[in-house]
């Protein structure tokens, strides 16, 4: 049962990452990778809205008629989606504007719609509790990294602070979407090469 329970919680960090693997919800991350704090900003409210509606459904999954499922689900991830986003404005304005509507777009962002439909609506409390941690940490270290890359080498910056030399030609490119498209191809052949020799 442990065992079933650390799987359920290991999967999300690389067998089946979010972006790395699933490939879903590429467009917030293309869109918020260019800064290191709206990554961060992105990873908190993902990971609170992902984690609090696959719990939500866990907990009434038996009384929501399976006709009606799909829009009971987007009112599950639409309260912290909101509840995100009105935190945001009031205490983090620079970063919700910043964000734009990526924050907003959450409640229909695939990823947590599809473990939603895919996992949460079929598991108990524990393995959606597990499940939804390592979702959320497997999209949090991948867009963190990836936004970490793209400031630093696209900008000569890390969290708004010059820390590349004068000189330091930016690579104005990976502030792009096909740059974040070839940061994010490079990261799925590492990541698939370590798993094949792990296997």
Known sequence: ????????????????????????????????????????GMSLGFSFVLIISELLVSIFKKIIPNEVRIPIFLIF????????????????????????????????????????????????????????????????????????IREIFGKGTFLGIRVMPEVYQPMSILTSPPGGFFLIAVFIALLNGILKRRS
Do not use: H, Q
């Open 1 to 40: 049962m442990k065992k079933n329970i650390f799987k359920e919680f290991t999967k999300g960090l690389f067998k089946e990452n979010p972006i790395l693997i699933i490939m879903l919800g590429l467009c917030s991350v293309l869109a918020v990778s260019t800064d290191v704090s709206n990554a961060l």
């Open 77 to 148: 991830i639409a309260v912290p989606t909101t509840i995100v986003d009105l935190v945001m404005k009031a205490y983090f304005p620079s970063l919700s504007k910043s964000m734009g509507v990526f924050i907003p777009l959450i409640v229909v962002n695939c990823i947590v719609l599809g473990r939603i439909e895919a996992f949460s609506y079929k598991k108990n409390f524990v393995e959606n509790l597990m499940d939804s941690l390592g979702m959320a940490l497997g999209y949090s270290w991948v867009i963190i990294v990836l936004s970490i």
